[in-house]
């Protein structure tokens, strides 16, 4: 029996081989409705030093609060223009970046309304499976109902959503720790 790691165990150099067709850093088309915003961070770990080959997928609604899957049977518009999935890499400083809209509300647990988020799945070396979490936006008011933001630790809830930084209007910033005290809080989804 071999203890060797085969491709089909661990996350490798994969993403820059074959994968890159995917990466989609501007999720917005043209006469897409919604705010804009424009989102950048770094993949790092608990030493605070950058992940140069990370990838960052983005899932959202578009900002009538509707997804572009046809799970969703919600009686709101879809926009041909916004696909609601984005991947982008991290550069070799752990950066990223993307262009996106500021989602609807969606509906949640018991039909209770959720903040507007994106849902965002970390895939890098030594991961064998994807970190996934979510980014909520500042100082909107529905953050403070959102059943899923309730369901963390209040002194935690702050790694999940984003600061608004310098570069205009719509410019956020939002990090992706991935170990110590400031660690960001990833969901178990029991995959």
Known sequence: MSLQATT???VGPYFKIGLQWLNRDNMVGEGVSGERVSIQGRVIDGDGAPIPDAVVEIWQANAHGKYAHPEDTQ???LEPGFKGYGRV???AQGVFRFATIKPGPVPGP???EQAPHLVLSVFMRGVLRRLVTRMYFPNDPRNANDPILNLVEPARRSTLIAKKAAGGPGA???NVVL?????TVFFDLGL
């Open 8 to 10: 089909s165990q661990t």
């Open 75 to 77: 009686d709101k518009p």
């Open 89 to 91: 890499p991290t550069t």
């Open 110 to 112: 018991k039909g209770k």
């Open 172 to 174: 956020l910033e939002w």
């Open 179 to 183: 170990q110590g005290p400031d660690e």
